[in-house]
């Protein structure tokens, strides 16, 4: 049936789903909906549009988007991934617990033990590749279990089917960040996942020009929640920024396709080079997580970390590189690079990072679609300065 999307293949939901031509021109592109407030034909009598914070057609169009991609009954769309998970707490409440992997984004980190503890939300931090050690951390008062995977920066693989049915055993929630994978190669709701985190700066835009989140949702009560944090709160996406990222996510499986190309053969170059000392990438025969990741997912990603041996080691290489940007985030047709110690994971203890693996001499690329051979000799030329 036309408008029935659900059955199609994900470039063509990624392309079609809420968004239907525009009915006054027939405009194919979601129109941007840059109002504060709607006009109302008489007292009670509107066309499903009273506010903006509240209801907006572009915001709206992102977020049907969304919950097709993901396979889930509702999208939301936030002005950041960090206002996505702080809406995702409010299923937490004071005095109830959630224990996360243990190599989560920094600032979901920083988030849980500088802002949430002060309200009474416990959290505990575990190598979640294990499930036992999921499950010794559960308490009377565990709400919820939250996984990243593969994580941020060591590319450590959890078992989602494992770990949702122990969420169901215990009576839980599961939320998953899937920002790494997207849709695209990975989708948790599929797996028994309850709720999937987005950073939706990342590949579903891809362009690096937007920030914003999101949380797609399994169960309408999950969905009617966050529709009421989203009015409550009101850190909810622009409209200007929800067209980008639909406009980004329309090309996202040709792009993800060329992510992982493309981070294949540097992976295959950095593993035989001599001046790296190991690689981080569930797409190695020989990662922890290979098999499992090959299971549950339909690709290994565009993320890839190697240990250089030392922070002058690695300061090199990053001075050095020309074709790679230097520079916090991911997901963008450039390549990407950073030291995850200084930049991205700056804000976890410097005794929790080692614990993690994530040490002064750590880099990681967020490989890009340019031409392959481009960013092979950057590295190369790079790693040549060593």
């Known amino acids: 049936m036309k408008g029935d999307w659900k059955s199609r293949g994900f470039s063509t939901r990624a392309i079609h789903a809420g968004q239907k031509p525009d009915p006054t021109t027939g405009s194919v592109a979601v129109p941007i909906y840059a109002t504060s407030t709607y006009v109302q034909d008489e007292l009670g009598v509107h066309k499903g549009f009273e506010y903006a914070r509240v ?22 769309a936030f002005a950041s991934g960090m206002s996505a998970i702080a809406t995702l707490m409010t299923l937490v409440r004071s005095g109830e617990h959630v224990v996360f992997s243990r190599n989560v984004y920094g600032g979901t980190f920083r988030f849980m033990t500088q802002v949430l503890d002060r309200y009474g939300v416990e959290s505990s931090w575990v ?23 593969p994580t941020n920066p060591m590319m450590e693989v959890t078992d989602l089917a494992g770990a949702a049915q122990l969420a169901r055993e215990k009576g839980m929630l599961l939320a998953v960040d899937n920002t790494f994978m997207s849709p695209y190669f990975q989708r948790p709701l599929e797996l028994g996942a309850d709720v999937v985190v987005h950073s939706t700066t990342k590949f579903l835009n891809g362009h690096s020009d937007s920030i914003g989140g999101a949380l797609v949702a399994k169960s309408p ?7 009421f944090v989203q009015k409550s709160e009101g850190a909810i996406l622009s409209p200007f920024d929800s067209f980008l990222t639909l406009r980004g996510i329309k090309t996202l499986g040709v792009r993800m396709e060329r992510h992982e190309t493309n981070t294949r053969v540097l992976v295959e170059r950095l593993a035989r080079h001599a001046k790296v000392r190991r690689v981080f990438y569930p797409g190695l025969a020989d990662h922890p997580g290979h098999a499992l ?9 565009a993320l890839v970390a190697f240990e250089l041996g030392s922070y002058d080691a690695a300061k090199r290489f990053l001075d050095r590189v020309e074709v ?42 967020s490989v890009g679609i340019e031409d392959v051979e481009d960013l092979l000799a950057d590295v190369d030329q790079a790693l040549g300065a060593l």
């Open 127 to 149: 190598d979640s590749t294990d499930l036992d050690n999921v499950r010794a951390a559960l308490r009377p008062t565990t709400r919820m279990i939250y996984v990243e995977t």
């Open 324 to 365: 790679l940007s230097l520079a916090e985030s991911l997901g963008g047709v450039e390549t990407l690079t950073c030291h995850p110690a200084s930049m991205t994971h700056a804000s976890v203890p410097a005794d929790r990072r080692a614990e993690l693996g994530i040490s002064d001499g750590l880099v990681r690329i």
């Open 55 to 76: 209801q907006n057609p572009t915001r709206f169009a992102l977020e049907e988007n969304l919950a097709a991609l993901e396979g889930g009954v509702t999208g939301h």
């Open 293 to 301: 990741q090959q299971r549950q997912a339909g690709g290994f990603g």
């Open 221 to 227: 009560e999950q969905g009617e929640w966050f529709y």
